[in-house]
Each structure stands twice: as C-alpha cells, then as structure tokens.
C-alpha cells in the first residue's frame, strides 16, 4: 500500500513537471495555430542560460549573496527569452504569414536547429548546475501507518506547486483578456484576424515570449533536478503523450493530461513493466493516450476538431 | 417544352435533425420525381444545408426516413449513396485543393473503376484502358462547362466562379441519376448564372438527372423549377410549383418580402 | 467626381502572385469620400486582388504589388501593415467569410474590437451590430463553424463593424445571402454612409443591387479596368445591361430561355 | 617526400553525450600532439583529423568512408560507441583497417581467432563486469556471502548496456545471488520509475551501466530515494568526473570501476602534456581537465594506437609509414611492458598489455575508485577477472559469430602473417 | 526559349497521361536515369557511393514511401522509422531462419510485415486527424524501439540485441562493391519509383489526395475513407519497410534499434515537407538536403577556416552546421512554403515564359 502510494505520488508528480513542459505546446499552439517543435530546444536554450548567468554573475557584480544572483540571472535570461522571441518573430514568422500547419512545424525545426548549434556554441555542451535552493533529500511521510513511511520528493512538490500557479494565470490571461481572444483568433485564421487589425507581429511576439517564459521556469526545475545539458530537449518528447491526451488547445488539458500521463505510465512500468522486461513507460504513456484518442479525437479538453461541408 | 416529369424518386419523410439545442431541421416531409427540377429556399439558417447533408448521410437525423427508388433508409451512408447515383455540390466549396481540375473530376469516377492497387501500379493493359476511357469522359465535361484551358491548374488557384464549375463538373462525372446543388449561383455575376442555369436545364434534358437546387437568387428559382420546397427555422412553410409559393402569405412574409 | 475629396487612389498598379502569375495589369481607380463605390466584373477579373492589395492582405497570399501606388487621403500605403490600416479606419471584409471558427459568434464580433480601448465604444459597437442583425444575437454563444453560411456573412461584416472603420472595404457582402438579407445588407452600407460617414468600396457580382446602391462603378475584366462611370450611366449602358443585368434587348430574360452561352462581349472583340 | 602515419580521429564534442565525449577527444588528440612532439614515432610524424560522429551510427560510418583514405590512409579506427563499433566490425575487414576499442565494444571480440581486426585492448566489459562482482564479494567478506544477496543491474538499454548482462548472469548462477535487470531509455533521464522499483524491491547492490547523461540523472534519484550510494557500482564510462561533478556531494561514496588506469593528475604524462603542450597553448581544451578520468583514456587509447604502430615497425621497417594491415600486425604482437610503459610516462597509470593472435585484450585488470565528494579515490586493489569464466563465454559467442558469418577461425599458420 | 512545349500536340489521352507530358521533361528523365546507371560509377569514388549516394538513394525511397502517406494522403506520421525497423528486422528473420532464402525475396518480405505493422498502426488514423495523429504513430515507433530491444527472437537471440548480415548475393551476383551496392538499391528506387508514381497517378492516387485535401467531401463522392487511408499507410509502409531492409542489409550491414529511433522518423518526415508534399521528385530532393546538406556543411565550413587562416574546432564545426542548416530550412520555407519540388516547378515555369515574362 505504501508503494502504491509513493508510486501515485511520484507519477503525479512527473506528471506536473510534464505539464509544465507541455504547457509551453499548447500555448503557441492555442496562440497561433503553431505546432512548436522547438519547445525542447527552448527549455534547453532557457536553462542553459539561466545556469549560466548564475555561474557568471557573481563574477560579473561582485554578489555573493545567491538568492539575488539567481534573481538577476533570471531577469537576464528573461531578457534573452523575449530577444530570442522578437528575433523570432522578425525573420521567420513574419514571413510566413497565412501559410499552413505544417510549413510553420518546419520552420520550428529550422528554429530547433538552430537553438541547439547557438545554446551550445554561447553557453558551451558541458552539464551545468542550477542552483536555486530546492531541497533534494527525501522526506518520509506517514511513519506511523506504513512501516518505512512514504517517500515525497520535496523538490517535486515544488515544482508541482510552481506549475500549478503557472497554469492558473496562464488560464486567466486567454480566458479573461482581449489579447487572449486576439490570440485565440490568430490562431483559427491568420489573414482574418490580420483584416481586422490584430497585429500579428506583436502578437506573435507576445506569446513566443511567453512561451519562453514557460520553457525557462521548466528549464529551471528540471535543470535543477538533472543538471543542465543537451538531453534536457528531449523532455519534449515526454510532454507530447500529454498534450494529445489532454487536447492541444486546452491549458488546463496539459495538467490534467501531465497527471493521468504521469500516473499510467509510473504504475505501469512498476507493476506491468517486470513481467516483459521493463521499459515500457514511455511507449506506454503513447499508447494510453492513444487509447483515450480513439474516444475522444480532440483529447480531453481540446476544442472539438470542425468538421463542415 | 414537353418534359416527362415521372414517378417519386426521391421521398424524404418526418425529418427531424438537432444540433445539442439547435433545431436545424423539425418534421420535413417532401419528394422529388424523376427528371424535376426541385428547388429548397429559405431564409439563412433555415436547414436547407442540412437537409441535403441528410440525404447525403454527412448528417445522421435524430428522426425520419429517407426513401430512394423504394428503398427506406433510417439514415443514409456516403458510400450507399453515391452508389446509388446521387450525387452534390456544396456551398462553401468543397474541391480537393491541392489536386488539378481534371484530377478533380476524375474523382467523381472513382466508383466505377475497377481496376485494383497492383494493376494500377503497373499500369498494365486493362488499368491503362480503363484511365484512357474514364478522363475521355471527363474531357466531355470539361468542353460542356468549357474549363478546358484551366484543365491542369490546382483548383486552388482558379477563381471562385471556374471553381463551382469544377464542383458541378465533378458531380456530374459520377452520372448522377440525383444532382443535389447547394447554392451552384453564389458569387456569380447576371452572365455567369445564365451559363450555369443553361449547364443545369441541359443536365436536366440531356443526362436526365433530377435536380435539388438549393437558391437564394428567386429569379433563378422562378425560372427554372418545376416544383419548390420553403422552409424556415427547419420548418417547411410551403411546397408547390413557384406560382403557388411566390403568392403563399407566409412565405412572402418569411423569406420574399414584398419586393418581389 | 474631382469636387469631392479623394481618400483612396489607387494608380496604375500590377499584382503578382507567386512571382509568376501576373493579375492585375495596371489598375487605376478613385473612392471618394463618402462614396460607394462598386467594384464590378466576372469571375477571376480580380476584384479580389485589387482589396487585398489595397487593405494590405496580398503577403499572406504570395502576391506584391509590383508597380504602381495606392495612397489613403494622400498617403502611401504600400508599406503599412493590415493593422496599421485598421487603426487609420480602413477595414476589409473578406470574401468567403473567413470567421473565427472556434470562437462563438459573440468572441468573433469582440475580435474586432481589438484596436478599440473604450470600454463603453465596444458595448456601443456591439449593441449596434446586434441591431443590425438580430439573427447574430440569437446565435450568440454558437461556435462560429456551426453557423449557416448566411450567418457566417453577417458575423463578418459586423466583425468589421466593430472596428469603428471609416472606409469599409466590401468583398462580395451578397454572395449567400438570402434576397431580403440582401437588401438589409445594403441599406446597412447605406445608413452607415450617409449616418456615420463611411465611405464603401464594394466588389459585387450582384450588379443589380450593387448599382442601386453605389455612386459609381468600375468594371473590371481579366485585370484591367474595363469602363468606369457613375451609377446611373453604367445602369444604362447597354452591355451593362446585357452582361450583368440580364436585361439585353430591354426586358428581363427568363433563365430559361437563355440558349446560347458562348457569347463574346463588345469590348473584348 | 616525407609521409605521415595518419590516425583518424572519431569524436563526439556535441549532442547528448558531449560532455563525456569532449575529454576523451581532448585526451586522444593531445597524445597525438605530444608524439609529435617528443619527434615521431621513430621518427614517422603523426597526422590526424577529427570527425564528428554525434554518437551516431550513420554518422559514424560516414565520418568512417570519409577519413579511411585520407591522407595515405587511416591507421587505426577507434569508434568510441559501441554501436559504431557494431557497424564497423563488418566493414573494417574488408578495407584492411584494424580497430581499437580500449575497454568497450564486443566482448567476444577479444577472440582474435575470429575477429581479426578488431582489438578490445586492456579489457571488456565482461571484465567490469566479473571485476565488480568480486569487489561487491569481498566488501561481503567472501564469495559465500553472495548467496540470497539481491543486485540491481541498471543499464543504458542499448547494445553497450546489455554487453553486461551474460557476464553477471553467469556469476549469479555461480554464486547463487538474484539479479534483477532495470534497463533505461536512451538518453536515461527517465529514471523515476526504475528508482521506485528499487525503493520497492531493495536490491543489496546497484551496477549502473550507463552513460552520458544516464550517470548524474541515476545518482540523483538514487539521492532523492535515500538510497546509499556506496551500494552502488558503476561501470567505467560511469565512472569520470562528468558523471558526478553536478551531484557533488550528493554522491558521495559512488563505487565505479576503472579499467588499468588511475586518475593520477601527478603522474609524468600529465606532466609532459602540460609541459610540452598546454603551456605553449597548443593543448586542447581545458588546462585543469588534463589528468581527469576520460581525458586519462583518451590519452592511452591513443598510446594504444601509437605503439601498435611503433610495434609493426619493428616487423616491417622502421621509420617507415604503416598500412592498416601492418599495424594490425602491430597491435596483434603488442607488448607494453611496465618498464615499456614507465618509460611512456605511464607509470601508476597503467599495467602492462601484451597482446597475441588468441587474445586481443592484452589485460584484464581493473580496480574500483569511489568519489568522495570533489575528486576519485582508488578504494580497492587490483583484481584480475576471472579468466575461468570469460573465456569460454568469449570462444562460444565468437563461434556463434562465426557460423552467422560463415567465417573459419584463422589457422596457427595465419596467425603468424 | 527552349524549354516550351509549343508544337507539341497530344493526339491521344494516353500521350497526355505519360509521366512526363513533355518531351524534354521525357528525355532529361531518362538521360539521368541512364547516366544515374552507366555514368556515375565512372565518376565517383568509394566514399561518394558508400557514404553519401547509397544512403541517399535508401533515404529517397523511404522518404517516397512517407510521402504517399503524409504527401498524398494527408496522414501526418511519426512512426515512419518504427516500419523501416520492421522491415530491416523481419527481412533479416527471413533471411536467415529460412535456408537459401534469396536476398529480394528476404527484403519484400522486411517490407511485407512492415505492411502489416503500417496497417495496424494506421486504424487509428480513421478517427484521429492531423497532429493528433502524428503523435498517435509515436506510440508505433517507442513500441517497436521496444519490441526489437527486448524481444530476442527478433535478434536471434543476440545478447548484445545487434544483429547483421554479410555476404549478400542476388541469383549468384554478389552485392559486395559499393558500386553494386550502389546499382542494386537504384534499381530498387527506380522500380519503385516508377510504380509509386503510378500509383499517385491513377483512381487510388486521387482516392488518398481527395482524403487530404476534404476528406467529408469525398465521402459524399462514394470514396471509401477506411479504404483509402489503410491503403496509403499499406503502400507507404511497405516502401519504406523495403526501404529499412535496405538500410540495415546493404548500408549498415550491422544495425540495432537506435538505427531506426524517432530521430529517423522526424528526418524522413523532413524530407518530405522540405522536399514538397505529395511530389515524388520532392522526395528526392527532400532527401538529397537532408542527407547531404549537413555532411558538405561538415566537410566545408573546415575549408572555409583555412582559408582564412583560422582552425576551426571540430565542435564548433558542428555547432555551425546545426545553426546554418536550421537557417536553410527557414530560409527555404520562406522562399517557397510547398517545398523544392514547388520550386523547381515555378523555376521551370519560369524557364517556360522566358525570355517573354508575363
Ligand atoms: N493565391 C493565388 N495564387 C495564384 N493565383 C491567384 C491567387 N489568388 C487569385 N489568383 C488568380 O488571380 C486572378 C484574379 O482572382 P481574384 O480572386 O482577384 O478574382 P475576383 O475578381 O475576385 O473573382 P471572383 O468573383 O470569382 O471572386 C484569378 O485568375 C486567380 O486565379
Ligand atoms: N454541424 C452543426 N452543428 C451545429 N449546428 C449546426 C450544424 N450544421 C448546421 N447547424 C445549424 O443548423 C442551422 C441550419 O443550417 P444550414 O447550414 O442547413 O442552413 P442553410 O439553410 O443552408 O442556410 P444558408 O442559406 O445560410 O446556407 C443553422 O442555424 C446552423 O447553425
Ligand atoms: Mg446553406
Ligand atoms: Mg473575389
């Protein structure tokens, strides 16, 4: 029983950190109709630089307390986020106005590529450190019911809890706002929204920053609990079983998706996964949301897929 | 003008059609014979759209019967119907974008090939017969609605009027016993909507199809039905020969106005 | 037309799309203030084209204009972006409808207000789009995909009405509406121009309606500007008459008895 | 006309698992350099050129086609990837070029009866693998004491991570010990769900045959589960400063195994390197990693190539630029004495390897270092594995080898060629 | 001036349904084909055909094979390496359980079962669309990673789960050079490329793109989704699973999963869209940039340093041609969307006007 529940507790708690990955998707997707194969590259490029404006600044200012430097090397890779964003925007979105889904996917390769040559060529390919004070022994809970206890994470609890908080405003901002409306609406029909003067550019602009806040909060937790280096791109490929599940165009969908993703997989690999061989949680998660996709097309929560003659 | 209008072919009886709480369609009733010309007008909204996507089995109706040549369906399959040889245009057309207008057309011919995957790969004898034959059918349409320099453009690229020609053009490569247009007018200027009207009466007489039009354009209804089917907020309000429907009360009320 | 104050000049421009499609082959025309004006011709003359290039839109499309100028009461336009159009009160309704799919009738009208700050404009502007069409205001909450094609137009149009334009450019506002609704639609354009002070540039195949309405009218074949003139003349003329108004020899023919479809115009021969 | 004997140089600086492979590369490369340096191989100057692989097998084996012709042909290939070394064990005989793969690729293929070019110098996996159970029996206080004891074997679930399986199966059987198999998927950053099995399960020991990235993710759940890490036993690519540098302390009292080789930052090859090379700036890569774990193999992976070399002169002219054949000769008679190597500057570095047509490992020692926070310690003495085990497990997979690919074994005569 | 099709008059329907409807289109085909067969082996050297033609010609028939699914039919798949493993993997059982088994034989039946697997895999494409399905064909592709990692039988039972194969011989020739080699997977692309194209020509090509393009509207024209969308993936999975065979057989000859991981599926699905959807020269394309593109990168950017005096690091090289090939795929994308086979198109369309434009 008390290796069930930590089993539950840890799926659910990789399936938050899914969800914080996940989210960076489905909001350029909502946003703008763009598939963004680059979301891996950009917690990467977001990590990589966040560890290391951490390392650098204290040499730079002459700080020593580590909470500001952190701090400050935050708002400097924000910084570097909404340039990459605007750049972004500037050369290759702009000119890809009206075009398909998948022209745009592409060029998001075109993008991952070229974070991946530019992270690694400004930051360096070794593994980096982020520091930011997350607790990493384990704690014991409920010593008194279960022999042992149950193990809880408290890293992974706050990282839960700061993908949460993230999620809650992030919903607020599309449902609550006109420029969610404005992105939204982008997203269904560039030139229409074009015609009515949404300006694509500054939206554009707006949710890839956003995005690239996401990707550095992600960068950060996960970076903090596995260092920082090239592998951190292929969380991406974790996150996509969720955001399918969940529905590509629905934020609280990637939470939703991130726990039920996070808890199959988990169980099915500890209770499942001896019997032939192990390994299996990451086909496993494909294939569960592959289940939940024969039943519900759009995914969980996604906006119902339009089929009209 | 001596057309033998004949018997029923085409019974749509107590169709009722709901989207969640939106009734698009309430108890509909009404046929069609052989070799008419069947007109469905209606305010915007009315279900005529979705009367057609009944018969054409893109909508399931909560309610009702469709019945062609006597045979009863509840609801009807894509598949059956178009075997059947009832055949569509849409309103917000609905081409294969990506493909030329002849390869357009020659999808209305798919049913009848019968030729399989490995003959066709091979293009061996019967396959390369059976091709040859079909696009020498095509390419009569293609003179009758007179595309032939648009011919191997993607439909894509040609402007919204060559474009409903082409809808029309794939419709009528399937030999449809049933034409059933949606709005074949729409966006079409006074000599634009002549030629189309004189594709559909020749349609008509030469091939013998029936025709289901769907107008907003009432001279063009006047003119060329025999026979007319309002409906409004998916309740059919009149049925009759447009004499009748042009003089019913409600149907000025609903949907003429008193302009015409 | 010189008494009254020109806001659009269009001047001898050319399209091309796809750096190979030539369209537009040197196309001149001139909206007055206040005006409605009506952009005629057949299918595939290039209506289309001459709005977008005028609102902007052609990028999207892989179309620039290659010669030529368009100017908005006296400035060039070439360079702006589709916003900063809308922003100097020129808005475009697409043909097609091209709505919002996703978002309910009402999210789509809102859309339109998105370069409005007002709060009390916006509820202003949508109250007067419901009065305008009513049936909008029943469908309020539908997704905008699930909508009749008739209702799609109308959300279009009121869409663009929510940006408080001041030149509305029209693409076929008639195409699959029903005869009354038509009419409505015009008398809209109609109040709007003489009530608020719009000034319309509208391409119609309906060449009846679309001359009752406007002032003057361009006609337009495979790219060029074919015969200009105002209202009335054009409603007169008799190849007008013949091609567009279906009245050749006077009387309405009956589309029955239309025989022949191969007939050439005067002005190609 | 003077030639260069030409050694290609198969690297990966990118990618996943750049972070080990960047020292290992800085390490050969700079050996290279300092041959040169101290004025050739009896004079031969050496030439090289490197060539991204990504740890990619296509990639691989198209740097492969690429660098085998240069410059008068390659000497000696290195794949660095045990997926390469796959690829290119069915090639290499074709085109006369030898392999090296000093303490990795197939362990069969220290069977030089079958696999004529290929050479697994200084050890296999195999080896690791025997030499840890033996380590794990005598912190036990005897071999005995395995009995009913429980090992976990997380591994890189790829050929290099499954290398390990027959070996320690074969030593459960013997032992009468229960191993468990936990594999990873590549990259090995998703390790949750193996760490909760280990919580469930409770193994007495963990093998960790991973790599790259694999290495810290392992070691931090291993933390965030509570589990000792002085019970865990890595294998040698699990076993450099990249693996733990980010874990710090959090790993304190990792045991992983080093093949021959120590991370003697003293020792006068390190020395030399700093001197003839790093202080005239025409060191590679960072000063203060000269002397660490991976850059230490790659420094002697590339003495391996060299003295192959230097060994096939003796037979075939010296001074002279080897063919691939010629040096196949070299490495197949090898014979690094401790003085030999002393000499070399390999003194508390490395034990002899002397290597013969039936055997192309040449050693088969190896001994544990645990990190104690900051830096490797050498914990244990030397173990030789046990050749009572691995050499039948070796002569029946390269038999099997054999009939597949419908080779002979080489006769006493060819051996001599 | 030249490159017009003025005077040429089809008198027949068959003549306008060639291939090539134009001459010169005719002829420049088959003189590359014919120097594609008798010039290039006098041409090129050992490195060309082993590291960079035979694995751009595998690469080109895979990517033929997506592009029937993903081009013709609209079915966006991930799961594209997941069947090049089946088809390496149960040619290489057929191969070698089954005594004398004939090389072709093994590799149709590699493409065979990845027929079956593609099939499988492509149900869930009747209810799941787009995206969506795309990454639905993921679960294909970690399935198989898995299955052919952990299933011994697979790998006769190897313990290091990689298997290969040698001494490859058709009807006695031995495929052994790189020039036969090379010979051997053209006259496979070529074969296949002829069927493909005719495929994608007839009623089942129209079936997929009426799919792709309105997949409701050509329902109502009596096409059979269901039908339509399990042939494509039928069609394509066995191309590309004969393309996996080949892979593993003739290019690798020694292969394990990784070979065939995700990162093959995303670079097929590349060279589809780079190259042009629904276009099978654009396969072609498609794979020629990808496949040489970042390996003439690799080779010139070292050039480019010398010879402006500078070395360049190995890693700083290949940093370099991730940024210069991520700034290509924008670059192409910007320039024209539909990919280079839309290119060459409106390049030859352009040729057609020239020198009258317009
Ligand atoms: N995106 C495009 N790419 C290529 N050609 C185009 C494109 N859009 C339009 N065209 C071509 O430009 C010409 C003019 O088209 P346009 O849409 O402007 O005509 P229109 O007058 O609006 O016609 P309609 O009344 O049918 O809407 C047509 O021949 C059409 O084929
Ligand atoms: N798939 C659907 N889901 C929800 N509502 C629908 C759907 N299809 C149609 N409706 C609704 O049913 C009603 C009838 O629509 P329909 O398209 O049949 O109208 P119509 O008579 O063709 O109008 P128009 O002349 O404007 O084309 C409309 O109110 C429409 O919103
Ligand atoms: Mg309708
Ligand atoms: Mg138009």
Redesign the interface.
């Known amino acids: 029983m008390a290796?069930f529940l930590?089993?539950l507790l840890?799926g659910l708690m990789?399936g938050m950190l899914y969800a914080l990955v996940a989210l960076g998707f489905v909001l350029i997707f909502k946003a703008s109709g763009v598939?963004n194969f680059a979301q891996g590259a950009m917690v990467l490029f977001a990590a990589l630089a966040m560890a290391r404006f951490s390392e650098w600044v204290p040499g730079w200012l002459g700080i020593e307390d580590k909470f500001l430097g952190n701090v400050i090397a935050f708002a400097l890779s924000a910084v570097v986020m909404f340039a990459l964003a605007w750049l972004i925007e500037r050369?290759?979105l702009r000119?890809?106005?009206?075009?398909?889904?998948?022209?745009l996917?592409?060029?998001t390769?075109?993008?991952?590529?070229?974070?991946?040559?530019?992270g690694?060529?400004i930051f360096g390919?070794?593994?980096?450190?982020i520091d930011v004070g997350m607790p990493?022994?384990?704690v014991f809970l409920l010593d008194s019911v279960f022999p042992g206890g149950v193990?809880v994470?408290l890293?992974d609890v706050y990282a839960a809890c700061i993908a949460a908080l993230l999620v809650v405003v992030l919903s607020l901002f599309f449902q609550k706002t006109?420029t969610g409306?404005?992105l939204?609406?982008v997203?269904?029909?560039?030139?229409?929204?074009?015609?009515?003067?949404?300006?694509?550019?500054r939206i554009w602009v707006i949710v890839w920053f956003v995005a690239g806040i996401t990707a550095l909060v992600a960068g950060i937790i996960w970076g903090s609990?596995?260092?920082v280096?090239?592998?951190?791109t292929?969380?991406a490929?974790?996150a996509?079983?969720v955001?399918?599940l969940g529905g590509?165009?629905s934020v609280p969908g990637a939470i939703i998706g991130g726990l039920i993703i996070g808890v199959g997989?988990?169980l099915s690999?500890?209770y499942l996964?001896?019997y032939?061989?192990?390994?299996?949680?990451?086909?496993f998660a494909?294939?569960l949301?592959?289940v939940f996709?024969?039943f519900r097309?759009?995914?969980l929560f996604g906006?119902?897929?339009?089929?009209?003659? | 003008m001596t057309k033998k209008i004949g018997d029923v072919i085409l019974d749509v009886k107590n169709i009722s059609l709901r989207f969640g709480g939106v009734k698009a369609l309430t108890d509909i009733s009404f046929n069609v014979r052989e070799h008419e010309v069947r007109a469905i007008i209606g305010p915007n909204g009315a279900g005529k759209s979705s009367m057609l996507n009944c018969i054409n089995g893109v909508y399931q109706p909560q309610e009702g019967s469709i019945t062609f040549r006597g045979q009863k369906f509840d609801h009807m399959n894509s598949r059956q119907v178009a075997e059947m040889g009832i055949a569509r245009t849409f309103q917000n057309l609905a081409l294969f974008k990506g493909m030329s207008v002849i390869d357009n057309i020659m999808t209305g011919r798919n049913l009848r090939i019968k030729s399989n995957l490995f003959m066709q790969a091979l293009r061996i004898g019967p396959a390369q017969r059976e091709e040859e034959e079909h696009r020498e059918f095509v390419e009569h349409i293609i003179d009758f609605l007179e595309i032939q320099a648009f011919r191997k453009t993607p439909v894509g690229q040609l402007p919204y009027g060559l474009q409903k020609r082409v809808d029309l053009g794939r419709a009528l490569a399937m030999e449809p016993q049933v034409l059933l247009l949606d709005e074949p007018m729409a966006g079409m200027n006074m000599e634009e909507k002549q030629d189309m009207c004189r594709f559909i009466l020749d349609v008509n007489d030469e091939f013998g199809s029936t025709i289901v039009l769907i107008e907003h354009d009432m001279g063009v209804v006047m003119d060329i039905s025999d026979r007319v089917v309002v409906l409004d907020y998916g309740k059919k309000i009149g049925d009759g020969t447009p004499e009748e429907v042009r003089n019913n009360e409600e149907v000025i009320s609903a949907y003429l106005g008193t302009s015409h | 037309m010189s008494e009254k104050n020109i806001v659009l000049n269009v001047n001898g421009i050319e399209v091309i799309y796809n750096h190979v499609i030539l369209v537009l082959k040197g196309v001149s025309l001139q909206v007055p203030e206040q005006g409605i004006v009506a952009l005629l011709g057949g299918n595939g003359a290039g209506k289309t084209t001459t709005l977008r290039a005028i609102s902007n839109l052609l990028k999207g499309e892989r179309g620039e204009v290659t010669k030529g100028s368009i100017e908005l009461r006296g400035e060039r336009i070439e360079n702006l972006s589709p916003a900063d159009l809308v922003n100097r009160g020129v808005v475009q309704v697409m043909e097609g409808r091209h709505c919002f799919a996703h978002l309910t009738i009402e999210e789509n009208l809102m859309t339109g207000s998105y370069t409005r700050t007002d709060k009390g404009e916006i509820a202003a502007n949508l109250e007067k789009v419901y009065n305008y069409f009513p049936r909008l205001k029943t469908r309020r909450t539908s997704q905008a995909a699930y909508t009749s094609g008739g209702e799609q137009q109308m959300c279009a149009i009121g869409r663009a009405l929510m940006t408080n334009p001041s030149v509305v450019l029209l693409d076929e506002p008639s195409m699959g509406l029903a005869p009354q609704i038509v009419e409505e639609v015009f008398n809209i354009v109609k109040d709007l121009n003489e009530k608020e002070k719009v000034t319309f540039l509208i391409a119609e195949q309906n060449t009846n309606m679309a001359l009752k309405y406007a002032d003057y009218g361009y006609i337009m074949e495979s790219g060029r500007i074919v015969m200009d003139g105002a209202a009335e003349d054009l409603r007169t003329n008799e190849d007008v008459k013949e091609f567009y108004l279906g009245m050749g020899g006077g009387e309405r023919k009956s589309f029955k008895d239309v025989k022949s479809y191969k007939r050439r115009k005067r002005w190609l021969a | 006309q003077t030639k260069e004997q030409f050694f290609p140089v198969l690297v990966y600086r990118t990618g996943a698992y750049a972070p080990n492979g960047v020292p290992f590369a800085n390490g050969y490369v700079d050996y290279l350099k300092l041959v040169n340096a101290r004025g050739g191989i009896n004079g031969v100057k050496v030439s090289f050129e490197e060539c991204e692989t990504g740890y990619a097998t296509d990639r691989g084996v198209e740097c492969y086609e690429r660098l085998k012709g240069k410059n008068g042909g390659a000497t000696v290939f290195q794949p660095l990837s045990t997926g390469i070394t796959f690829a290119l064990t069915e090639k290499a005989p074709g085109d006369k070029i030898p392999l090296i793969t000093a303490g990795y690729g197939r362990s069969e293929s220290a069977d030089g009866g079958v696999f004529k070019w290929n050479f697994p110098l200084a050890g296999t996996y195999w080896v690791a693998g025997d030499v840890i159970v033996q380590d794990i029996a005598k912190k036990l206080g005897g071999a005995d004491k395995l009995k009913g004891k429980h090992i976990a074997l997380v591994y890189h679930d790829s050929p290099f991570g499954k290398e390990a399986i027959p070996i320690l199966q074969e030593r459960a059987a013997m032992h009468g010990f229960k191993l468990s198999l936990l594999p990873v998927t590549h990259p090995g950053v998703e390790q949750k769900s193996t760490w909760l099995q280990i919580r469930q399960s409770r193994p007495d020991y963990v093998v960790n045959w991973g790599w790259g990235v694999m290495n810290s993710t392992l070691l931090k759940e291993a933390q965030a589960t509570g589990y000792p890490r002085e019970k865990i036993y890595g294998v040698w690519w699990a076993g450099a400063e990249p693996d733990v540098k980010d874990v710090g302390m959090g790993a304190k009292g990792y045991n992983a195994i080093t093949m021959q080789h120590g991370t003697e930052k003293g020792s006068a090859i390190v020395k030399e390197v700093l001197a003839k090379l790093h202080a005239k700036n025409q060191g590679t890569g960072p000063k203060d990693e000269v002397g660490e774990v991976l850059y230490m193999r790659g420094l002697f992976s590339a003495m391996f190539a060299v003295e192959g070399v230097r060994q096939a002169q003796e037979k075939y002219g010296k001074g002279k630029v080897m063919t691939g054949e010629q040096a196949r000769w070299g490495y197949e008679n090898l014979n690094l004495t401790q003085p030999k190597l002393d000499a070399l500057g390999f003194k508390g570095v490395l034990r002899p390897v002397s290597t013969s047509c039936a055997d192309h490992m040449g050693a088969n020692w190896a001994r544990i270092h645990t990190w104690n926070g900051s830096k490797w310690e050498f914990s244990s003495d030397w173990y030789q594995a046990d050749e009572q085990i691995i050499k039948p497990m070796v002569k029946a997979a390269a038999d099997k080898y054999a009939a597949e690919k419908k080779i002979t074994r080489r006769t006493p005569a060819d051996c001599q060629s | 001036m030249f490159y017009r099709e003025n005077g040429q008059f089809k008198t027949s329907y068959r003549a306008d349904q060639q291939i090539f409807a134009i001459a010169q289109d005719r002829w420049a085909i088959l003189a590359l084909i014919a120097f594609a067969f008798v010039g290039v082996p006098f041409l090129v050297d050992e490195y060309m055909f082993r590291a960079i033609l035979i694995p751009f010609l595998i690469l080109s028939l895979a990517a033929l094979g997506v592009n029937i699914l993903v081009g013709y039919c609209g079915q966006i798949s991930l799961g594209s390496g997941a069947f090049m493993a089946v088809g390496a993997y149960m040619a290489y059982n057929t191969y070698i359980r089954i005594e004398g088994m004939p090389l072709i034989i093994a590799l149709l039946a590699g493409g065979f079962f990845a027929t079956l697997v593609g099939v499988f895999f492509g149900i869930p494409s009747l209810r799941v669309k787009g995206l969506y399905l795309a990454v639905a064909t993921l679960a294909a592709q970690f399935f198989c990673d898995w299955a052919f990692l952990r299933i011994g039988w697979f790998t006769n039972n190897n313990a290091s789960g990689s298997v290969s194969v040698s001494n490859l011989n058709v009807l006695g020739w031995s495929i052994d050079t790189p020039l036969q080699k090379y010979l051997f997977c053209l006259a496979f692309l070529v074969v296949f490329g002829l069927l493909a194209k005719n495929l994608v020509r007839s009623a089942i090509g129209r079936e997929w793109m009426a799919i792709r393009d309105m997949d409701v509207a050509a329902a109502v024209i009596g096409i059979r989704p269901v039908y339509a969308k399990l042939t494509a993936f039928a069609v394509s999975s066995f191309i590309v699973g004969v393309a996996g065979a080949l892979w593993g057989f003739v290019h690798l000859g020694s292969w394990e999963p990784a070979a065939f991981s995700i990162d093959r599926s995303f670079q097929l699905l590349f060279m589809v869209i780079i190259g042009g959807m629904g276009s099978i020269m654009g396969s072609f394309f498609g794979a020629a940039f990808i496949v040489i593109l970042p390996i003439f990168l690799n080779q010139f950017l070292p050039a480019v340093g010398d010879m402006v005096g500078v070395s360049i690091s190995t890693a700083t090289v290949s940093h370099t041609e991730f940024m210069i090939f991520g700034a290509l795929i924008v670059w192409f994308l910007i320039v024209e969307p539909h990919g280079l086979a839309k290119l060459w198109s409106v390049a030859k369309q352009k040729l057609r006007l020239w020198p009258f434009p317009h």
């Open positions: 290796f930590e089993a840890g990789a598939f050369l290759v000119h890809l106005v009206n075009q398909e889904g998948v022209t996917l592409m060029a390769l075109g993008i991952t590529y070229f974070l991946d040559g530019l690694q060529t390919s070794d593994i980096y450190k990493k022994d384990p193990l994470n890293e006109s409306r404005a939204r609406a997203a269904d029909d560039h030139q229409a929204a074009q015609s009515i003067g949404i300006p694509l550019n609990k596995m260092g280096q090239f592998s951190l292929t969380v490929l974790r996509l079983p955001i399918i590509l165009t997989e988990k690999e500890v996964g001896p032939v061989g192990g390994g299996i949680e990451i086909w494909y294939v949301a592959l996709l024969l097309p759009q995914g906006e119902k897929i339009i089929d009209r003659v």
